[in-house]
């Protein structure tokens, strides 16, 4: 009994003890609470706030969202190629030996520079028959000289003969004149012309005294006639074969200038350039010697052959292009079909993986017109500068395609979008490092903006810049 009383009278104690405790802990003051907690609001849903330091390491810009005039576009893929007119395969135009190559592949060469020397027996011919034809030229144009020379005198001698000047003054006033053989054929027949025309004169005075018979003076005027018909057949054939003459001379130079020039003609095509006439001539080994020439100015892409190497006419030796322009080949399928409607020198957008957030200016240069039945479509070539060399034959490259006509939209840098979820969204800047997200549908998207087809009316200010470190931010938000 006395045990019970004595657990009863602990208890007893240590409630009261313990109901003392809790009553002198309620009277003390609460503990401090830091300020900042203290003043800290939650957050709504999709809103991140950042501090200052972070929004500067950031490098968050914030831009007002307005009208912008974009064009449907859409991107195709593509590749880079040489542009056929001008790249070539430069090729053996006769057969022959090689003596000595001079550039190598990426070397770059001016028009007109000798890529290399080949040796040719048949250009060595071709030369020989053009040396031949051009003296045989000369000769005959000295004949054709001669000739109208020739022609020019014997007209000055019938001319004299004709106003009766004496033989001594034509022979003074040729003397310096070239007549050839007519000189002495006329004179002789002038002189008995001359000699017949003094005896008929003479006979008629001695006809009226008697001194001579009127045969005599019949036989006289009779040679007089002949003397003077004479002169005249020999003037009239001198004038004709003379004439003849500088015919058959000028037809033969014609001839042989013709022959001249189908000879050069052909050397032309066998050396694959015009050689000068003032080109020095020489015998032996050098007359078979074919300089090889860039026709244009370009890059060596190729070189198939090496010293002392045979080849035949026709084998191609070096590929030359000029690469400061290519093209950039595309097709066009059903889904652009509406690109049909561009046009030679419109303007397109070019980039590649190759040389990311680089873009290059094309330009259309031709759409074809035939729908090929294995890809069911068109392609589409442009013209692109490459004078920094940067862009290669075959390089993978991304075409953009403008389609219809612009037109002005709600629009916001393309780095303004986020995307989560298959879902597009903006942070709006609420100030004071405070950041929305805002749900938009997207529509065309041109020239680095897309159009916002729902989610902004414009005016709003949204972040262009450092957005996705706002949306890691509030995806950590969210696990929390």
């Not at 401090?32 to 810009?61: D, F, N, R, T």
């Not at 729908?371 to 442009?382: D, E, F, M």
Request: one cysteine or more.
């Amino acid at each position: 009994m006395k045990a019970r009383l004595g657990s009863a009278l602990v208890f007893l104690v240590v409630l009261v003890v313990g109901g003392w405790a809790i009553y002198t802990i309620s009277k003390q003051p609460a503990a401090a609470v830091p300020e900042a907690e203290a003043s800290a609001a939650p957050l709504e849903a999709g809103v991140v706030q950042l501090p200052a330091e972070k929004v500067a390491a950031a490098g968050i810009h914030s831009v007002t969202v307005g009208p912008r005039p974009l064009r449907m576009t859409r991107t195709v893929p593509g590749r880079i190629q040489y542009d056929d007119t001008r790249h070539i395969a430069v090729k053996a135009a006769t057969a022959g030996t090689l003596i000595d190559v001079k550039v190598k592949p990426g070397d770059a060469v001016s028009p007109g520079q000798c890529l290399a020397i080949l040796s040719s027996p048949e250009v060595g011919k071709a030369r020989a028959e053009v040396l031949q034809f051009s003296e045989e030229l000369k000769v005959l144009q000295t004949e054709l000289e001669w000739a109208t020379n020739r022609q020019s005198g014997l007209q000055t001698l019938v001319k004299a003969i004709r106003e009766r000047q004496t033989i001594d003054q034509i022979r003074t006033s040729l003397k310096e004149t070239l007549v050839g053989k007519s000189r002495e054929t006329m004179l002789a027949a002038y002189s008995r012309y001359q000699l017949a025309e003094s005896l008929v004169k003479s006979s008629a005075t001695a006809g009226d005294t008697g001194a001579i018979s009127g045969r005599q003076v019949a036989e006289r005027k009779n040679e007089f006639q002949t003397a003077e018909a004479a002169l005249q057949a020999v003037s009239e054939q001198e004038t004709f074969d003379v004439k003849q003459d500088v015919a058959r001379a000028k037809n033969a130079v014609e001839q042989g200038l013709n022959k001249l020039k189908i000879s050069q003609q052909l050397l032309t095509t066998l050396l694959g350039y015009d050689e000068p006439e003032t080109a020095p001539r020489t015998e032996g080994l050098s007359l078979s010697l074919v300089e090889v020439r860039a026709p244009f100015a370009g890059t060596i892409e190729q070189k198939l052959y090496s010293n002392s190497e045979r080849v035949q006419l026709g084998d191609t030796l070096f590929v030359l292009a000029d690469t400061t322009r290519m093209w950039v080949a595309a097709d066009l399928r059903e889904g652009e079909w509406s690109a049909m409607g561009l046009h030679q020198g419109d303007a397109l957008v070019v980039t590649t993986p190759a040389m990311s957030g680089r873009e290059f200016d094309a330009s259309v240069y031709y759409i074809g017109r035939e729908v090929a039945t294995q890809t069911n479509s068109v392609p589409l070539i442009a013209s692109i500068s490459n004078t920094d060399g940067l862009l290669r034959p075959g390089l993978f490259v991304r075409v953009r395609l403008p389609l219809g006509e612009s037109r002005e939209v709600v629009a916001v840098p393309a780095s303004a979008i986020c995307e989560h979820e298959s879902r597009s969204f903006v942070f709006i800047d609420l100030g004071d490092r405070k950041y929305r997200q805002k749900f938009v549908s997207r529509g065309i998207e041109d020239q680095g903006f897309v159009e916002i087809a729902s989610g902004l009316s414009g005016g709003e200010k949204i972040v262009d810049q450092g957005a996705f470190v706002l949306k890691s931010e509030l995806l950590l938000e969210r696990e929390e």
